[in-house]
């Protein structure tokens, strides 16, 4: 996976939460290693102390730190996942939305009266509707060009929304787009 994420995006942070856990205990692990004698004269040594205040309160110090970060990273919202419940409830359903359908689950979950249909097929269709939303997910992973498949279609992007990590755009493909 690691050498496949140089091409395609798949070493995102909150694949790793799983490993959160571990990563604690080894930690836990590491401290009480450094609460060995061997340990405590190297940190006295390093910062010019005798004292074991440092290595009494390293767990407590962790732990603060651990906690505050973990806070930061539940509270602030860029650190949130994709917005998927306000990118379905913006969507109009007298618009088609095309989609790469193995990703469409949480447009369904959040909304089921809306037309889906598959972004993929939008080169091999004769016509396609005048207006349209066009949710690029997963595209550069599954390295379909939906731009350049709209465009040959004589298409024009009108808009384009940002909901934390997803885009929603919307495509005039009608006879106004022709001309331009």
């Known amino acids: 996976a690691f050498i496949i994420s140089f091409f395609v995006p798949m070493l995102q942070y909150f694949r ?41 309160h390293l767990p407590c110090i962790v732990l603060l730190i651990f906690i505050i970060f973990s806070f930061i990273y539940l509270l602030n919202p860029a650190f949130h996942r994709e917005d998927w419940k306000s990118l379905s409830h913006s969507i109009k359903t007298s618009k088609p939305v095309y989609i790469i359908i193995p990703s469409s689950d949480p447009v369904t979950y959040y909304r089921k009266d809306i ?28 390295g379909f ?33 022709m001309i331009q």
């Open 16 to 56: 790793y939460l799983f490993l959160i856990p571990a990563m604690s205990l080894l930690l836990a692990n590491g401290i009480l290693y450094l609460n060995s004698s061997v340990m405590l004269n190297l940190f006295q040594h390093l910062f010019r102390t005798r004292t074991k205040f440092g290595m009494t």
């Open 115 to 142: 037309v889906l249909k598959e972004l993929r097929t939008v080169a091999q269709q004769k016509q396609i509707e005048k207006n349209i939303y066009v949710i690029p997910y997963v595209t550069e992973i599954y």
């Open 145 to 177: 060009d939906y731009q350049k498949a709209l465009t040959d279609k004589g298409c024009i992007r009108l808009n384009q929304k940002s909901f934390r990590e997803l885009i929603l755009e919307e495509w005039s493909c009608g006879y106004m787009a």
